[in-house]
């Protein structure tokens, strides 16, 4: 729902990625002329668990994060270095959302055969959720032929990404048989991390008579809250293009926090927070706290430099969470 205009631009660079791979495709097998195996992926959580997975890096795989300048996958348009990135690596990792619609003709032009191709969201299957719309959200302006959408923060579960990381390590493992055993090694105990933050994150949930969060922001924690059983409200569904509230919707969430004695508002990553603000002005009390959580959209391989992790930035929403529950 938030892929705007930006069809048109895409197939025009597509058809110069095109041009471009077609031309150069001698070039780039020599530009780096290593014959070491290349990994992309999309987004900086599937990053992070691959260079989890791949551990010291025995066989040293490149591995590189497509979307690293701070522009979120839904408002992402490939170059033609990046369509030429992707279609001449050795595995290729993406969500596989509405937002990744761009990877169809990518990986038409794919120069290499073997290429092992990814779709995060069709691994997960039946675990999918649908994007949801509840009382009190923004309604978005819809096309009436739309079909039900699947709400691509699959990230947002531990769960979803201990088996997701399992069959990273499953490709990884075929792509360089060698290391087979370091790489399941190294997933295991990933997934042991991610089994024990679950299990923290389920415990604050059971100590917690307050069992609603509220979002006076865009919603990509559902799969998050679906986890524990939480009840959520916010002002968009999902990362919803709107950005306006309306008064019924900030009324009805300053309402909600009342009711259900709320001590904050929460928001996500880069927002204004002008939305929060308003709401807890609506409200009774008028003394809520705002409290942000990363949804990661938006983490670049800089901050991975600098020390982000998927589960640093976990442990981070689950203290956040702590204090929003209280
Ligand atoms: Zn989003």
New binding site residues.
């Given amino acids: 729902m938030r892929k705007r205009v930006i069809a048109v631009i895409c197939s025009c660079v597509m058809m110069i990625g095109c041009l471009s791979a077609c031309g150069s495709k001698q070039e780039t097998d020599s530009v780096d002329g290593s014959e070491n195996l290349r990994i992309v992926a999309t987004i900086f959580p599937v990053y992070d668990w691959i260079r989890e997975i791949l551990g010291e890096n025995p066989a040293e795989i490149e591995l590189t994060m497509l979307m690293d300048n701070g522009v ?3 408002s992402f348009q490939p170059t033609a270095t990046d369509i030429l990135r992707v279609s001449s690596c050795d595995m290729f990792v993406y969500v596989g959302g509405e937002s990744d619609q761009w990877v169809e003709d990518a990986m038409k032009e794919a120069s290499n055969e073997k290429l092992k191709e990814i779709n995060l969201m069709d691994t997960l299957g039946d675990d999918l959720e649908e994007e949801e719309v509840i009382e009190g959200m923004q309604p978005e302006e819809k096309d009436e032929s739309e079909e039900p959408e699947y709400d ?2 699959i990230w947002l579960s531990l769960r979803n990404a201990s088996v997701l990381c399992g069959r990273l390590a499953e490709t990884i493992q075929e792509m360089d048989p060698e290391h087979a055993a370091i790489y399941e090694a190294n997933v295991a105990a990933y997934q042991q991390k991610l089994a024990d933050l679950d299990n923290e994150f389920q415990n604050i949930v059971n100590e917690s008579t307050q069992k609603t969060v509220l979002f006076g922001d ?1 919603f ?1 924690f559902r799969y998050l809250t679906d986890d524990y059983d939480l009840n959520y409200y916010a002002a968009f569904a ?2 919803s293009a709107e950005t306006e509230a309306s008064f019924e919707t900030i009324s009805f969430l300053a309402g909600k926090v009342d009711e259900m004695k709320l001590g904050c508002v929460m928001t996500i990553e880069g927002s204004d927070q002008r939305i929060a603000e308003t709401i807890i002005q609506n409200t009774k009390e008028k003394d809520q706290k705002i409290l942000t959580m990363d ?1 990661m ?1 938006a983490t670049t391989s800089k901050d991975a430099g600098r020390g982000a992790t998927y589960l640093s930035v976990m442990e981070k929403n689950k203290d956040v969470l702590k204090e929003a529950l209280q």
Avoid: K, V
């Fill in positions: 979120d996958l839904h691509e923060h865009r990509p999902g990362c949804s959209q």
